[in-house]
């Protein structure tokens, strides 16, 4: 039974009511998560190697012309619905300077979706390192406090946008306040990524549609929504695919800006919790993005649904009923049910390296699910004449914390902490950057 989008609204209000008050997050509404991996339910996964019809899937040519387009049809009609064809976009240039004593270069760039005047846009900062040889890779990932937030420089204009009220104090209602300039630096070490040779860019994923549940009025949603119209309503792209659409802007941006010295052949896509869950479907969706890095991206992200361990199908279409389409509901404890499962969403980036990581304390994000779900899309990947999770064959068991798996195109760590992203994760990204994406590679 699908619940109608107006209900959704109500319901979606209610929990984020209830979900901002509430002191964990991780129990609302009567759901109890289960940890215990002898109650995960018995399941089989999926296999990214046979198609829907029972064929096996032998050769590249059949993955690349049967088997990837069928499991990327998939994930648009059940997990995240399907996004418009890609729109026109306009640019316009906001400011530039020369920041961190002569390391970089920030830019900063109005990207507008489509013509109208009127036409929704995002704003990109984009920070290059002003000591290059040639064009740098670059790494770009959304944010979550606007980039305001990711570095307290006070000439970072305030995001005006629509923000999800902060506990930390940093909103007044759902604006941002003055406390929020750098509150969320330490996710991006900028410095550090500069002085390792590589471009940063990043946008306020609000700018792209607001994270609550307006019936897909705002944002993108609003801006470009006719051109779904011919799709059936319950497959219609929710916030997440939203989010991914505009990272895909984004990379049209970088491509088109070819003074700012990035190589855009050598973009690295990635972002943290639910917009690790968007790196990976922006992997899935553009193949243009060089490298994919989901951080702690959980359920409907890298962990496998299946699992029903930690936050469940369930639990995520319940407390946030507009990141994924409708149909995605028809999975609520019943994940067996989905055609597919999330190692098939990290199989779609396939051969391009990508870079799964969890966290000890993030058992919410199941990082053993995490785990599971990289090491099942390594035969996409040996298919695909890549060594895979490198070695002969995916390991047998899940790593210790702080011992990456990261000999292979498909990389792996799980590290001691709390759900962030923090400078050791930084650091695995850069050392897989440079074995990936630098020249010569
Ligand atoms: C949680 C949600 C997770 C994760 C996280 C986040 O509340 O249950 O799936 O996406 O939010 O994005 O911070």
Redo the contacts with the bound molecule.
């Keep these: 039974m699908q619940t109608s989008r107006s209900t959704r609204f109500t319901v979606a209000f209610c929990a984020m009511f209830v979900l901002s008050f509430h002191p964990s997050?991780r129990s609302v509404m009567g759901f109890e998560p289960n940890y215990d991996e002898s109650k995960i339910p018995e399941y089989t996964l999926p296999d990214p190697l046979v198609t829907q019809s029972g064929s096996p899937v032998t050769t590249a040519e059949q993955w690349n012309t049967v088997r990837r387009p069928e499991l990327l049809a998939l994930f648009e009609k059940h997990v995240y619905g399907v996004s418009p064809p890609p729109c026109p976009i306009r640019r316009k240039h906001v400011s530039s300077k020369t920041v961190f004593d002569g390391l970089a270069t920030r830019t900063e760039i109005d990207v507008l979706f489509g013509s109208a005047d009127d036409a929704t846009s995002m704003r990109m900062m984009v920070y290059v390192p002003k000591q290059r040889a040639g064009a740098v890779p670059a790494f770009l990932g959304l944010n979550f406090q606007g980039n305001h937030g990711v570095d307290d420089d006070p000439e970072i204009e305030l995001n005006p946008g629509w923000f999800r009220v902060g506990r930390d104090g940093t909103t007044d209602g759902n604006k941002a306040n003055e406390k929020s300039r750098g509150a969320t630096a330490s996710r991006w070490p900028l410095q550090m990524i500069l002085k390792r040779g590589y471009a940063v860019a990043t946008i306020y994923y609000g700018d792209i549609d607001p994270d609550f549940d307006d019936g897909f009025n705002n944002g993108i949603h609003g801006t470009l929504g006719d051109q779904v119209a011919h799709v059936a309503p319950e497959s219609r792209w929710g916030s997440i695919a939203a989010w991914a659409y505009g990272l895909s802007r984004g990379l049209d941006c970088l491509e088109a800006e070819t003074d700012l010295g990035i190589d855009a052949a050598k973009v690295a896509v990635l972002g943290h919790?639910?917009?690790g869950?968007t790196a990976l479907w922006a992997g899935a969706t553009d193949p243009r993005f060089a490298m994919v890095i989901s951080n702690n991206s959980?359920?409907?992200g890298a962990a496998l649904s299946r699992r029903a361990i930690g936050?469940t199908v369930g639990r995520?279409n319940e407390?946030?009923p507009h990141w994924f389409c409708d149909q995605f509901t028809e999975y609520n404890e019943n994940e067996d049910a989905c055609p597919v499962d999330q190692h098939e969403l990290i199989a779609l980036a396939a051969p391009r390296p990508i870079y799964v990581a969890s966290a000890t304390e993030d058992q919410?994000?199941d990082p053993k699910g995490e785990f599971l779900a990289a090491a099942a899309a390594d035969p996409v990947y040996r298919l695909l004449g890549t060594d895979g999770m490198g070695g002969d064959a995916p390991p047998a068991k899940m790593p210790a914390a702080e011992q990456p798996i990261n000999s292979g195109v498909v990389g792996y760590h799980l590290r001691t902490g709390k759900?962030a992203v923090t400078d050791y994760d930084w650091q695995q990204y850069l050392d897989f950057a440079d074995r990936h994406m630098k020249d010569g590679r």
């Design positions: 997050n919790s639910r917009l869950k959980g359920c409907g936050e995520i407390a946030f919410w994000a759900h």
